[in-house]
Structure formats: C-alpha cells, structure tokens
C-alpha cells in the first residue's frame, strides 16, 4: 500500500515547494511569498522531511533540485494551478479586477503593429491592470517556463520546452521595401532575385537572431546574400532603407504602406515552403487559466486586421 504522505502536508508547504523549483534561491522564492527566508528555511525542512529527500541542494549560483523534486514539480505544478484557477474563480472570471501586472513578450515585428490596439483591448476590460509589453529576447522562453511573464507573442520557434504550449493565431504576410525612388522599378521580386539586392534586417532573438528570412531563403536556393545592415529596432532599419538602396522584408503589422517614402514590393517564395504563422506561446500550467485565456483571446483580437 502506498505511503499517505499527502494527509502530512498543507497547501501553504506545497505552495513553497513550487515557487522554490521555480526560482532555486531562497531570497527570491522569499520575496515572492512575502516570508522570511528563516521561513522559508523551515518550510524546506518540513519538505524533506516528508518526501525523505533533499529536495534542493545547494550550489554556488543558488539551490539545484534532485531528481524527486523535478517530478514532483512537474506533476504537481499544473494541479495547483488548476486548484488556484478554481477556488479564485468560483464566482467567475472577472478582468476589471485584475490589478497586477500582466506582462507579455512579443516579436519586434509584431509589437509597433499591435500595441496599440492590444493596450486598449487589455485595459477596456481590465483597467487597473499594469500592462507589460516586453520586447522578445533571449531569456524570453525561460522566463514564460519559469512564470515570469504571462505569455509570448512570435513566429514558429524550433525546440521549444517540453514545459511550452503554442497556439497559432494568425498568419504573415510579407513584404519588401526599398526607398521610394529605388533603381528597381518592377512591383514584383522574385526571391531568386535576392542576389540583386543588398538587405537590411531586423532582428528577433529565438528566430532570426543570426540568420535573417532572406539569408535562409536565399540559401534554400543554394544563393548568396549581401547583408548591410542589422538591428533590434524597426526604426533604425527603416530608417536605412530610407536612405540606401537596401531591400528590408517587414511584418505587415509593421503597417509600412503609409510611409510615401517607402515604396512595397511582392514577394514571390517560390516553390520552397516558408512558415508564416504566427503562434502564442505559454505554459502548459496555464492552458486553463482563465487570464491567459482572456489574454490569448486578446491578443487573437489585435492580430486581425
């Protein structure tokens, strides 16, 4: 028969466990649960005590979970946040009485587009919320694993954590600007034709970070590229092709075709298969949270124009 270790525990102990296996360093995981660490402290041992494990070991950078522990997260993780969704939603869910931060991560390709209308969708609803738009970066990922921002806007990621749900919400469709007064005069570009061209790019961390949508195109064709310019801001590389006679594949939610200084091109992929949807990422713990969700909902509203 198995051991009744959970009539031993209380739900105040477990909520520890999982915000240490989410941080792995006691001051943090204090400061989120507004104890002590000497709290903090005894709450670990009571843990140990009861599943007759470590739990946490500590390193020189913080505290690493045993092998217990990281399954014990895993399986109980999405329970106690079900259990949450549950006991603070009996009545219904109700945005207007949000008043935390609710902070999501978005492409720059996707974020000067959409703000706008995502901000004034998110706080029609929910006004005393603090609405975080950050941009996508390199610990992006992580920090959508580790609960630190509530979801992530950006085209399809590779190898993303097993942790991680996706969710397709919309597609792209791109197109090319050069300078309005550009040499080439055809209202058409084959991607074969990139060879001709000198580009200009943005660059988004987890997807084209190293290796921008023309270099990987042009290189399914067994072609070379001319890179001229790279940058994190749209601004800065619209402003280059402004006054260059570089090429820049944008994001229609950049929304260009008002700029009368930038004149729009067609692309042409060809037969090679190009991914252009664009997916919500977040945590599987939060699949039924019922603010993810209504954020996701959102988020779904501001991408269709």
Known sequence: ???????????????????????????????????????ISKSL????????????????????????AKELAQNIEPLMNELTNAVNYTGGFNPSEINSALKIA??????????????TQIRNEAPHAEVQFLHWNKST?????????????????????????NQTVATENFKAYVRHNHPYDKELVEIQEGTQFEFA????????????????????????????FRSELPS????VVK????????????????????????ISFGKIPFNTDINLYYHNKDRQSHTNLWLRKKVANALAV
């Open 243 to 266: 006054s260059s006679d570089m090429i820049f594949l944008s994001s229609k939610y950049l929304d260009l075709a008002s700029d009368t200084s930038l004149k729009p091109l067609d």
């Open 106 to 119: 978005i492409s720059p390709f996707l974020l000067t587009g959409i703000a706008q209308r995502l901000f």
């Open 236 to 239: 800065a590389v619209i402003e």
């Open 141 to 165: 990922v992580q920090d959508i694993v580790d609960g630190k921002i509530h979801l992530g806007l950006n085209y399809n990621l590779d190898n993303i954590p097993k942790e991680l749900l």
């Open 1 to 39: 028969m198995a051991k009744d270790v959970f009539s031993k525990l209380d739900l105040n102990l477990l909520k520890t466990f999982i915000v240490l296996s989410q941080e792995c360093n006691m001051r943090k995981a204090s400061e989120r649960l507004f104890v002590s660490q000497p709290a």
């Open 45 to 68: 041992q009571r843990l140990r005590y009861v599943f007759e494990d470590e739990l946490f070991v500590k390193t020189y950078h913080g505290l690493k979970a045993t092998e217990l």
């Open 201 to 228: 790019t943005l660059m988004a961390a987890d997807w084209n970070y190293n290796h921008s949508i023309a270099e990987k195109l042009l290189k399914s064709y067994g072609l070379d590229i001319r890179m001229g």
